[in-house]
């Protein structure tokens, strides 16, 4: 299982201490210091569409609007923090965010 994210991020944060909580092994890969490999981003932008763009976030605010109407894989290159945190890779199966239905999902 591998949890991506960033450490300021309490989404992140509580998933990945419930996840271990749980018995799960849990591989985290901080976006900000890591990065995202661009295949694995546009896989997850095939599977999510808009929705991995997180635009509530500080990273979001702070683009002009010409930045904002660009082509989300270069934004999500770019500035790696605009995607919407957690997103959980288990094998095959891959998981946006930590609402009750992702943990359902993982938690058994």
């Not at 992140?12 to 996840?19: G, H, P, V």
């Amino acid at each position: 299982m591998q949890l991506y994210g960033l450490k300021t991020c309490d989404s992140t944060r509580l998933a990945l201490k419930t996840l271990r909580e749980a018995g799960q092994e849990v591989a985290y890969i901080d976006v900000r210091n890591d990065g995202m490999p661009a295949d694995l981003l546009t896989k997850f932008l095939t599977i999510f569409g808009e929705k991995l763009v997180n635009k509530r976030s500080t990273t979001w605010r702070g683009l002009s609007d010409s930045e904002r109407a660009g082509d989300s894989l270069a934004l999500l290159l770019a500035h790696p923090t605009l995607m919407k945190r957690p997103v959980i890779r288990v094998g095959e199966d891959i998981y946006l965010g930590w609402g009750k239905d992702v943990q359902m999902a993982l938690i058994r």
